[in-house]
Each structure stands twice: as structure tokens, then as C-alpha cells.
Antibody
Framework: QVQLQESGPGLVKPSETLSLTCTVS??????????WSWIRQPPGKGLEWIGYIYYTGSTHYNPSLKSRLTISVDTSKNQFSLKLSSVTAADTAVYYC???????????WGQGTLVSVSS | EIVLTQSPAALSLSPGERATLSCGASQSVSSNYLAWYQQKPGLAPRLLIYDASSRATGIPDRFSGSGSGTDFTLTISRLEPEDSAVYYC??????????FGQGTRLEIK
């Protein structure tokens, strides 16, 4: 059974960089069959797709975040990561990592981690 | 960017009834690449339907998806109390960006 687990600071100061890691177990980030994505959800609001990465390092980003966003993969650790720079309060959200089927639906999700942006 | 509009915003039905949730797209969704998710409070979303009509692993056959182009439907037959949740549609046919609808809140009274 594939499991994903987000980790990282729960509090980030405005203008700093939000960094999260997703550790995958029961499956490999090197699989040719899947992409690996980040999705976020502000408190009480809907879902927003952030971006995804393939094991080769190929990425697709949400244009609204692209200038601040880096998603990377570490196949040796079976992890992938998110970095979002110059954060503001609008970036406060629960951040989920997911495994994406080849066509694009997210079949497996981490439990989510709340990141608050506040001084 | 494809904008998805879900209707109704909220729905209240009784156990045993049938729920029909709609998702309309501002442009045709390529290859009917549309998914439905269920989210309960405090939990991550769960994939119900992918590619418009394929049920994900372990999803009861009470859940079915249909539609094509710009109009899609999630039908839940024989509602059970545990079906209370927010339901989201997602299109992944035209990305980036992948986009989600705003959600439909289903209450089982």
C-alpha cells in the first residue's frame, strides 16, 4: 500500500521560503507510471493545484505560482520536495502531496500538513 | 485555464435517496480527463472517479460518473450517512494548470 507523508515547518515568516518534503513508502518515486504532485487548501476553502514532477525531474507548475515555485525529486531518498519563496499570508494552507496517475488524477494522498505564514 | 463550476453548492438529502452533482467546464475537457473526489472534515480528499466514469479502487458501485465535453455528473445512488462530505471535480485534460471546482457540500439528514 502506497503511503505519502508530508514534513516541514508549520510556521513560516512572511517573505521567507516555505519548504516541504514528501516521503513515499510502499512505492517508488522512480516509477515510470506516475507523477508526484503538490496540492494545497487554504483553511475553509477549496483545492488548488500547485504542480507536479516526474522522476526524470520534468516539472509542470501552476502559472500563478511558477515564479516562486520549485519542485524537485530525490530518487535516492524516495522523496520529492516543494519550495515556495516570498510567502505571504495568502500561502497559509494545508499542503498535500499526492501520487498522480498517468492521466492526471491523484489516487493517493498524504494526510496533509498545515503551514501558516505569520510573523 | 479551464474553470470548473459545480452545482448545487450544497445539497441535503435523506438516506436511501439519490444525489446528482454537476460539474460544468468553461471549455471542453480533453479526453474527458475529469475526476471526482470526496473530502470529509479533517481528512485528505479521496479519489472516487477518474477519466469521467472509471471508479477508483475500492469505491462502491453506488458512485458513478458520467458526461463528456463540458458537462459532467457524479451520481450517488442509495445514499448512506457516511456519504456526507464535500465533493470536488478536477480536470486534468488541459494543464497546466490542473483545476478544481469549488465543491458541493452534501448533507445526509
Amino acid at each position: 500500500q502506497v503511503q505519502l507523508q508530508e514534513s516541514g515547518p508549520g510556521l513560516v515568516k512572511p517573505s521567507e521560503t516555505l519548504s516541504l518534503t514528501c516521503t513515499v513508502s510502499g512505492g517508488s518515486v522512480s516509477s515510470v507510471s506516475y507523477y508526484w504532485s503538490w496540492i494545497r487548501q487554504p483553511p475553509g476553502k477549496g483545492l488548488e493545484w500547485i504542480g507536479y514532477i516526474y522522476y526524470t525531474g520534468s516539472t509542470h507548475y501552476n502559472p500563478s505560482l511558477k515564479s516562486r515555485l520549485t519542485i524537485s525529486v530525490d530518487t535516492s531518498k524516495n522523496q520529492f520536495s516543494l519550495k515556495l519563496s516570498s510567502v505571504t499570508a495568502a500561502d497559509t494552507a494545508v499542503y498535500y502531496c499526492t501520487r498522480v496517475r498517468s492521466s492526471g488524477a491523484s489516487g493517493y494522498w498524504g494526510q496533509g500538513t498545515l503551514v501558516s505564514v505569520s510573523s | 485555464e479551464i474553470v470548473l463550476t459545480q452545482s448545487p453548492a450544497a445539497l441535503s438529502l435523506s438516506p436511501g435517496e439519490r444525489a446528482t452533482l454537476s460539474c460544468g467546464a468553461s471549455q471542453s475537457v480533453s479526453s474527458n480527463y475529469l475526476a471526482w473526489y470526496q473530502q470529509k472534515p479533517g481528512l485528505a480528499p479521496r479519489l472516487l472517479i477518474y477519466d469521467a466514469s472509471s471508479r477508483a479502487t475500492g469505491i462502491p458501485d453506488r458512485f458513478s460518473g458520467s458526461g463528456s465535453g463540458t458537462d459532467f455528473t457524479l451520481t450517488i445512488s442509495r445514499l448512506e450517512p457516511e456519504d456526507s462530505a464535500v465533493y470536488y471535480c478536477q480536470q486534468y485534460g488541459s494543464s497546466p494548470p490542473i483545476s478544481f471546482g469549488q465543491g458541493t457540500r452534501l448533507e445526509i439528514k
